[in-house]
């Protein structure tokens, strides 16, 4: 596996639709192999192609669904973390609470800032095999969802912030 340079803003494809992926082939799986590592290496929650200057609908995001709740039980084992593969995918149904969260991305170092997006999503998608795969998700998984969605449509979370600030130490933000 190959760790992959991400890229930052003002880089040009950050802005740029992505194209659907028509080949699941050993390149595309050797791809999505280096993205989880250039995630987990950055460290991060996610990691969209474009982000690695390929203009692809493919997202990788790794996240322990109840990670919050391990913070509270300091006992408790780590909860494993789920990998999901997401390739050309579609937000199919949207929850109408929205919820406000403080986001980071490995595209923009030293900024952060408040977003408002949807508390739960439904999204239809390929797996990293070309099969079709649904995934419902909520909290803190449904905006790594939605961030790294934006990501495949050239959106950035500071287009969509209220406010944007450069982080302290207490600021503890998981990055995608």
Not at 67 to 82: F, R
Not at 125 to 147: C, D, E, S, T
Request: aromatic letters at 4%; proline letters at 7%; a negative charge.
């Amino acid at each position: 596996m190959t760790l992959r340079q991400i890229v930052h803003l003002p880089e040009p494809i950050l802005r740029r639709k992505a194209k659907p992926v028509t080949k699941f082939d050993k390149d595309l799986q050797t791809l999505i192999d280096d993205m989880v590592e250039t995630m987990r290496e950055a460290p991060g929650v996610g990691l969209a192609a474009p982000q690695i200057n390929l203009p692809m609908q493919l997202a990788v995001i790794e996240y322990a669904e109840d990670e919050d709740e391990e913070e509270e039980n300091e006992d408790a084992p780590p909860k494993p973390k789920k990998l999901f593969v997401l390739i050309n995918t579609e937000i199919t149904k949207v929850s109408e609470e929205k919820i406000m969260g403080v986001e980071g991305c490995l595209s923009i170092p030293g900024l952060i800032g408040e977003v408002e997006r949807h508390e739960a999503i439904q999204v239809k998608a390929l797996n990293r095999h070309g099969q079709p795969v649904k995934h419902k998700v909520a909290g803190w998984l449904a905006r790594i969802f939605q961030h790294e969605i934006d990501h495949l449509n050239g959106v950035l979370f500071t287009d969509k912030a209220t406010r944007v600030w450069k982080p302290s130490e207490e600021d503890d933000t998981e990055l995608d």
